[in-house]
């Protein structure tokens, strides 16, 4: 009996301030039926975004049984706060055929690939270092000195592009999500 095909899971990464989160939500609103992994997080809510929607945001306590229980496909602490990807929920989409899109940092697209190998790395690289100088500065959103984490990661981050499958530079949203549409497509 030949084996089922199955979608592969696809694995956007890149560093901070990339626009991942911008261009996903460009492709998903044209195609909702691309599933985004929801990512548990013990960092406190930005404005606008919602449990459940943007995170699952839970306590330090929540986070620690989470990875205890092995119910975290990868996890990883970056700028103070964990971030994890429930596991279950993505192998159940995987195993019901569905195109199933993960938006996380290096360091969980690594232990991605270590547990599902057939995985599809995706690197969404800045079209400059400056570009991404002046995305991470212009957010609003941080300290000076989580902006200089940031920063700090994000050349560790670029020096692992080559680990990726695939590179799409962000140029614009448009057609980057384009691309990564036409890459989550693919079986």
Not at 43 to 68: I, T
Not at 83 to 90: F, I, L, N
Not at 142 to 158: D, F, G, Q, W
Request: charged content about 25%; aromatic content about 6%; glycine content about 6%.
């Amino acid at each position: 009996m030949a084996a089922e095909v199955r979608p592969r899971l696809t694995v956007l990464s890149g560093p901070s301030g990339v626009g991942k989160s911008t261009v996903v939500a460009h492709m998903r609103k044209a195609h909702p039926e691309v599933w985004l992994s929801v990512s548990a997080t013990t960092r406190k809510p930005r404005p606008g975004e919602r449990h459940g929607v943007q995170y699952f945001f839970v306590s330090d306590e929540e986070f620690d049984k989470l990875v205890a229980n092995g119910e975290l496909l990868e996890w990883a602490e970056f700028a103070g706060n964990r971030y994890g990807t429930p596991r279950q929920a993505v192998l159940d989409r995987l195993t019901a055929g569905e195109p199933v899109l993960l938006e996380i940092d290096l360091q969980g697209a690594r232990q991605v690939k270590e547990s599902l190998p057939d995985s599809r790395l995706v690197f969404l690289a800045p079209p400059s270092w400056d570009e991404l100088v002046r995305r991470l500065t212009g957010r609003g959103t941080e300290s000076a000195k989580v902006i200089e984490r940031r920063l700090a990661a994000a050349k560790v981050e670029l020096a692992a592009e080559s680990e990726f499958d695939t590179t799409l530079v962000n140029t614009s949203v448009e057609d980057v999500a384009r691309e990564l549409l036409a890459l989550v497509a693919i079986a």
